[in-house]
C-alpha cells in the first residue's frame, strides 16, 4: 500500500504490498549518513511503532540529550500515532516537531521515517517486522535504538546478524531493547560473576512468571491482517510467543553470565493449559527449557502467563564458589566464599539505555549491542523450537532453520491470513 501522510482526505489503510516484510530490502533512498564526532547539531529522530513501548522509548530519548527532537513518526494504525503524538507533544512541548506532513500511516510507513531525514530511528513496531526494519534503517545510514526481540525466527535472526555487521562496518550506533544490561546494579554483579567470586558457573536458572496480558476483541469489519496486528501477541509471526517477547529478558541475563557464548543444544516443555480461548490465538501460556552449555553447565529457564498464580522475576547462578541472585526487581547478591550485596545508584534502566545511546553518537564512538542481541533473540527462538517440536534441538540446526513465520498471503489488506494451529510436541515438525 502507499504510505500516506494524516491528511484530512487521506484514505485509510486501503491495501497493503507486503512482499518486502518477507523478502528482500527494496532500495532506498541513499541518504549520506552524517558525521557526529563531538558536536552540539540537533539530532532529529524518527519514531516508527507509536504504541505504548514505543511512545515510552520517544520520550527517554528526548529525556536523554538537550538538543533533540522527534521530527518524523509511522505506525500502521492512525489512532495509534494520533494519541502517541499527542502524549509526547504533551510532555516535551516543542522538542516534538511533527507536521502533518512528517507523518506516516501503512505497513511501509517506516520507509517514509527513514526518508524524512532523521538521525536517529527507534524500532518499536511488533517484532516480526524488526529484520526488516532494522535491514532498511542501516541500509539508510541511521543510529538506531531497536527493541527486544529482534526477531521471531531464525531467518529474522540471520538477517539481524547481516545487518548488525553492516552497521559496524557504517559506525552506526545500535543499540539493543535487553534494559537490565543497562542497570547499574546488574552490571555491578556480572563483573563479580565474570570476575571469578562464584567461581565456575555449574548451572544458571531464570524465573519469569506473570500474569496474561491485554486482549482487544475483534471488531465487525476487521480484516485478518488488521485484527492479527492488534493483538499481536498472540500470534507467533508478529511476537515469537511470549518466550521470545517478554521472557527473553531472562533468557538475556543467562547469555550475558555465559560470556553470551550459546549453549550447544536445548531440550524444552511447554502448552497452553489455560488460555485456550480463540482470542489468544494459537500461542502457548508457558514454557520450560534445560540450555545444554558445551563445559557441562545447564541453564534452566521457566515462564508463564496465568492468572491467580504467584508472579515473580529472579535469577540464581551457582558456581564452585557460591551463586549470585537477583530478586524481583529488587536485592542483588552473592552468597559463599565473597559475599556481597549491591547498594548503589538505581536509576530508571530504560532511560540509561537512551542517555548512553546518544552520548556514545555525541561523542563518535557509536555503541553496537548487535551481536549478543541477535544471540538472546536466537535463545529465546530455540528453546520455543524445542518447546513446539518436543525434540532436543541444536544451537546451529535452530540458527540455519528455514522456518520462515510470516504468511505467505500478504498481497493486500483484506487477504486472509489463516491462524496456524497450535503446536503439538511430538506432531509439530522442526523445519
Known amino acids: 500500500m502507499k504510505t500516506e501522510s494524516l491528511h484530512p482526505r487521506r484514505r485509510f489503510l486501503k491495501t497493503s504490498s507486503m512482499a518486502a516484510v518477507i523478502g528482500a530490502v527494496a532500495p532506498y533512498v541513499k541518504l549520506a549518513p552524517k558525521a557526529f564526532a563531538a558536536n552540539s547539531d540537533t539530532l532529529k529522530i524518527g519514531l516508527i511503532g ?110 539481524i546478524m547481516e545487518s548488525v555487521r553492516k552497521a559496524k562496518e557504517k559506525k552506526l550506533a545500535l543499540v539493543a531493547g535487553f534494559c537490565w544490561r543497562y542497570n547499574y546494579g546488574e552490571r555491578e554483579l556480572f563483573k563479580r560473576v565474570h570476575g571469578g567470586d562464584i567461581g565456575e558457573i555449574r548451572s544458571l536458572e531464570t524465573v519469569y512468571l506473570t500474569s496474561p496480558i491485554w486482549v482487544h476483541p475483534r471488531v465487525p469489519g476487521q480484516t485478518d491482517m488488521e485484527y492479527q496486528l ?67 553447565e545447564r541453564g534452566y529457564h521457566m515462564t508463564r502467563q496465568m492468572a491467580n498464580t504467584a508472579n515473580f522475576v529472579t535469577d540464581y547462578f551457582t558456581g564452585s564458589k557460591g551463586y549470585a541472585s537477583i530478586k524481583t526487581f529488587g536485592a542483588l547478591e552473592i552468597l559463599g566464599q565473597n559475599k556481597w550485596k549491591f547498594a548503589g545508584e538505581r536509576p530508571d534502566m530504560y532511560q540509561v539505555e537512551h542517555n548512553e545511546l546518544f552520548a556514545s553518537i555525541r561523542a563518535g564512538t557509536p555503541i553496537n549491542d548487535g551481536d549478543r542481541m541477535a544471540k538472546s533473540t536466537m535463545l529465546a527462538i530455540m528453546g520455543r523450537m524445542a518447546a513446539y517440536t518436543g525434540q532436543i534441538i541444536k544451537w546451529d540446526d535452530a540458527l540455519a532453520s528455514q522456518e520462515n513465520l510470516a504468511p505467505a498471503n500478504l498481497e493486500d489488506w483484506k487477504s486472509p491470513i489463516p491462524v496456524p494451529p497450535v503446536a503439538m510436541p511430538g506432531q509439530t515438525k522442526f523445519a
Open 50 to 159: 507509536c504504541g505504548g513501548r514505543g511512545s515510552g522509548a520517544a520520550s527517554q530519548a528526548l529525556h536523554a540529550d538537550t538538543n533533540v527532537m522527534i521530527t518524523a513518526m509511522g505506525d500502521v494504525f492512525e489512532d495509534r500515532l494520533r494519541g502517541s503524538l499527542a502524549a509526547l507533544q504533551k510532555e516535551h512541548g516543542e522538542k516534538v516537531s511533527v507536521t502533518p506532513e512528517k507523518t506516516f500511516i501503512g505497513l511501509d510507513a517506516y520507509k517514509q521515517v527513514l526518508a524524512s531525514g532523521v538521525d536517529v530511528v527507534i524500532l518499536a513496531t511488533p517484532p516480526g517486522f524488526r529484520p526488516l526494519h532494522l535491514a532498511a534503517a542501516v541500509e539508510a545510514g541511521k543510529h538506531i535504538f531497536c527493541e527486544k526481540p529482534m526477531a521471531t525466527d531464525a531467518p529474522g535472526v540471520r538477517s
Open 230 to 296: 492488534r493483538n499481536w501477541y498472540y500470534f507467533t509471526w508478529l511476537s515469537g510467543d511470549h518466550i521470545a517477547e517478554q521472557a527473553v529478558h531472562s533468557i538475556d541475563k543467562m547469555a550475558w553470565a555465559m560470556h553470551d557464548v550459546p549453549p550447544v543444544s536445548c531440550v524444552a516443555i511447554g502448552g497452553r493449559q489455560v488460555r485456550t480461548e480463540e482470542k489468544y490465538g494459537h500461542i502457548y501460556d508457558h514454557f520450560g527449557v534445560i540450555y545444554n552449555y558445551a563445559g557441562g
